[in-house]
């Protein structure tokens, strides 16, 4: 058999497993699970950017056809993030914020440093440990939701901790890195039980890109 004519029995067969998977359990799922099984390709292929918008699309048509299956998937992410948060932060003071969208930039000024969690639906953060007025001997930083865009510069006399969870995406920290299904790292510099300050950093997503820089 050729090359041409076995591209044409593979496009039948798939033609036909896609009917007949999707009048099962339906066209716009079987679409979107594909959908997302090619962005997760792309992810695998170094191609992160054109992964997560397919990912999102996926994720959107998904969310058109299950929005119980949504709702739910939002509700036990919060409430995870409430049982999280009171496990981690000892801190009474701490700050606890929910949002829809959650956009934070701490790496253009000096900025102060307090324990607090945040929770969203979409996340991106920005931060530069380096440009940090940081107080308190350890600080905690929980960071959860559904979708996230982490980045972190981490200098060398700060004592840090970093735990990463992530049902699909990509973690790097340093020259370590991660992707796919189900990444989880965990990464703490050398002077963590030594330096004068210590920062530890609790991030969960869904769908992530966490990228931490080390000085």
Same mark, same amino acid.
């Given at each position: 058999? &050729?090359?041409? =004519?076995?591209?044409? %029995?593979? +496009?039948? *067969?798939?033609? !036909?497993?896609? $009917?007949?998977?999707?009048?099962?359990?339906?066209?716009?799922?079987?679409t979107a699970i594909?959908?997302?099984?090619?962005?997760?390709?792309?992810?695998?292929?170094?191609?992160?950017?054109?992964?997560?918008?397919?990912?999102?699309?996926?994720?959107?048509?998904?969310?058109? &056809?299950?929005? =119980?299956?949504?709702? %739910?998937? +939002?509700? *036990?992410?919060? !409430?995870?993030? $409430?049982v999280r948060t009171?496990?981690?932060?000892?801190?009474?003071?701490?700050?606890?914020?929910?949002?829809?969208?959650?956009s934070i930039r701490?790496?253009?000024?000096?900025?102060?440093?307090?324990?607090?969690?945040?929770?969203?639906?979409?996340?991106?953060?920005?931060?530069?440990?380096?440009?940090?007025?940081?107080?308190?001997?350890?600080?905690?930083?929980?960071?959860?939701?559904?979708?996230?865009?982490?980045?972190?510069?981490?200098?060398?006399?700060?004592?840090?901790?970093?735990?990463?969870?992530?049902?699909?995406?990509?973690?790097?920290?340093?020259?370590?890195?991660?992707?796919?299904?189900?990444?989880?790292?965990?990464?703490?510099?050398?002077?963590?039980?030594?330096?004068?300050?210590?920062?530890?950093?609790?991030?969960?997503?869904?769908?992530?890109?966490?990228?931490?820089?080390?000085?």
């Amino acid at each position: 058999m &050729n090359q041409r =004519s076995r591209n044409t %029995a593979l +496009l039948m *067969i798939g033609t !036909g497993l896609y $009917l007949l998977i999707g009048n099962t359990i339906g066209f716009l799922t079987v679409t979107a699970i594909l959908i997302v099984g090619l962005g997760i390709y792309q992810l695998r292929s170094g191609e992160a950017r054109s992964g997560y918008i397919l990912i999102g699309i996926g994720l959107v048509f998904l969310a058109l &056809n299950h929005l =119980s299956i949504i709702i %739910a998937v +939002l509700l *036990i992410s919060f !409430g995870y993030f $409430l049982v999280r948060t009171k496990q981690l932060q000892q801190d009474p003071s701490s700050q606890q914020r929910y949002n829809f969208l959650a956009s934070i930039r701490w790496n253009r000024e000096p900025w102060v440093l307090h324990s607090m969690s945040i929770w969203s639906i979409v996340g991106e953060m920005n931060i530069d440990l380096s440009l940090a007025i940081i107080d308190e001997p350890e600080t905690n930083l929980v960071f959860q939701g559904i979708v996230g865009d982490i980045d972190i510069i981490v200098p060398d006399d700060i004592g840090v901790r970093i735990d990463s969870t992530l049902i699909i995406g990509q973690t790097k920290i340093g020259y370590d890195q991660q992707d796919g299904l189900g990444t989880k790292m965990s990464w703490q510099s050398v002077n963590f039980d030594t330096a004068e300050h210590r920062v530890i950093i609790t991030l969960s997503y869904l769908v992530g890109d966490i990228n931490v820089k080390l000085l």
